[in-house]
């Protein structure tokens, strides 16, 4: 009788301790996700513009002294003309991150995102004039930007 209480107590022992260690064990740390690797990188400081072709043209001149500043789901743009206004909120258009959608409907390939460098894509449809000067050129637009 002694016998069974002991082997008894040994079986329930084992049981709990075998509970508590697999409740110790804690989760898995997870990778994070495409789109909040991008969003971390996109958000950590001032980009600022260092090159712009439009349709493989250099037109850097054009947009000069732009840069681009985003939080979670927003930008600030300075000297961004036509093209980048001086607010605004963005999402990604699915989980892969490879585009973004703006709030005025524009979106945007993300070509390339590194900690020092973003390459940006847009289609503009509109040439605009400001002051004598070109506010935005029509085209394919590649921005290269650096921290």
């Known amino acids: 009788m002694k016998l069974q209480l002991i082997n008894k107590f040994l079986a329930l022992a084992t049981l709990v301790a075998c509970i508590f260690l697999m409740a110790c064990g804690g989760d898995e740390p997870t990778e994070p996700t495409p789109a909040e690797q991008v969003r971390a990188l996109l958000i950590t400081s001032e980009w600022r513009m260092q090159r712009v072709q439009v349709d493989g043209v250099d037109k850097t001149d054009v947009y000069n002294g732009l840069k681009l500043q985003f939080s979670t789901t927003g930008f600030t743009a300075t000297s961004g003309k036509a093209i980048w206004p001086a607010t605004g909120t963005w999402s990604f258009t699915d989980d892969t991150a490879t585009k973004l959608k703006r ?16 390459e940006l894509e847009l289609n503009w449809t509109t040439t605009t004039l400001g002051s004598g000067r070109v506010g935005s050129v029509a085209g394919t637009h590649v921005f290269t930007f650096v921290k």
């Open 103 to 118: 709030n005025d409907g524009l979106e945007i390939r993300i070509k390339n995102i590194t900690a020092a460098q973003l």
